[in-house]
């Protein structure tokens, strides 16, 4: 599909759900199970996007030490867990990347 | 009437006027201060969106003409990634349908502020509602209550957001061939996703959301049109809402704010309970 096109209808669906509540505020109710399950789309998106880019390597599972997006990865975790800074986490993630590309 | 109390009555209602039009200004203004620190935080995104997404094959023109279409940070950042693996274009609608869910709470925890506006003022402001103008705003109607002009204190933080994203993301489209591969700026997108999932994890049924999605992801990623991605988020979503179900305690909000307001909007009494 061309590239103009997804981002046509991506953006239109954005759109969508931005005035979704807003323009039909009064006429929908919004059952209190999927009031609830939207609270957990960040956590599942994000870390199904998240757990293939460090655990995966060239396709396999990687759990070894050699796997340096995962130990960078983890390092993130953690800045992350004690800052709440997202830019700190994605400059230590980044840093320990290089650090371990250069050392190991 | 003498001329002096016409006079005096023009200055008043000029004064009224200008009173009016100040308040406008005045509330759009604030919004505009009050997204400032997170410009900074949003503006080296931009950067890395727009050197990510030629990095991955879009055209200039289409990266930048993302930020204006779609103009959803994570969600384009996943679009970026899903082009840079080739991935179809359905899977992609799909990815950024699922990624921006979250939207529609904001919607809804909107709504109620902006009811009596006209239908013009809420399609702009919901073009411009994203996860940095929603929280200053929101923020301010709990403190303030419904004022008058606080739409244009939205209208001000989400105009000053996109404004800073269109040019940040020129930016690292205009930096991006600059960066050389063995900076594997790629991994950029994993952190900036790290670095927002991680806070969030603070009860039971959202850990347990995030690792059965992410489970699910490793075990699924080779399913075609990396579907693997839909089929985890929702294995996590049912997974969390079962779990909040069972075990009745209030979930984790993506913003922490919501917690109150979901108090203030919900008519049945299940979440009362603080």
């Known amino acids: 599909m061309n590239i103009w096109l997804v981002m046509l209808i991506g953006g239109l669906i954005t759109f969508g759900m931005r005035f979704s509540f807003i323009y039909l505020f009064g006429k929908l109710h919004v059952p209190e199970t999927l009031r609830k399950a939207l609270h957990y789309v960040p956590p599942a998106v994000l870390s199904a996007i998240i757990f293939p880019e460090i655990f995966l390597r060239d396709r396999q599972l990687d759990l070894s030490l050699d796997n340096q997006r995962l130990l960078a990865g983890l390092i993130a975790v953690i800045v992350a867990y004690l800052t709440k800074n997202t830019l700190v986490t994605i400059l230590a993630g980044m840093l320990a990347l290089l650090l371990l590309q250069v050392l190991l | ?274």
């Open chain 2, 1 to 274: 009437m003498p001329p002096e109390i016409a006079i005096s009555k023009l200055i008043d209602s000029r004064s009224a006027k200008k009173e009016f039009m100040s308040e406008q200004a005045k509330n759009f203004w604030a919004g505009v201060r009050a997204e400032l620190p997170l410009l900074i935080g949003v503006f080296p995104f931009g950067m890395i969106y727009g050197a990510l997404a030629l990095n991955a094959g879009l055209d200039r023109s289409a990266s930048q003409m993302m930020s204006s279409i779609v103009f959803a940070g994570s969600s384009q950042f996943v679009t970026t990634q899903l082009v840079h693996e080739a991935a179809p274009g359905f899977v992609i609608i799909l990815t950024i349908a699922v990624v921006n869910l979250r939207h529609m709470l904001y919607s809804a925890s909107l709504a109620p502020y902006l009811a009596s506006l006209s239908t013009r003022w809420k399609i702009l402001l919901s073009y411009l509602l994203t996860d940095e103008a929603y929280a200053p705003t929101i923020i301010k109607y709990e403190r303030d209550g419904l004022q008058p002009f606080t739409h244009w204190f939205l209208f001000g933080a989400g105009l000053a957001l996109w404004t800073n994203w269109q040019i940040s993301t020129a930016l690292g489209i205009f930096l991006g061939t600059a960066i050389p591969e063995s900076w594997s700026l790629d991994f950029a997108l994993p952190l900036t996703f790290i670095a927002m999932v991680v806070p969030v994890l603070k009860n039971r049924p959202t850990i347990a959301a995030a690792f059965s999605a992410g489970i699910v992801a490793l075990v699924a990623y080779s399913l075609p049109y990396r579907l693997g991605i839909i089929l985890a988020a929702l294995v996590g979503i049912v997974v969390g809402t079962f779990l909040e179900n069972k075990t009745h305690i209030k979930p984790s909000n993506p913003l922490p704010i919501q917690a109150n307001l979901r108090d203030s909007l919900d008519d049945s009494s299940t979440t009362k309970e603080r």
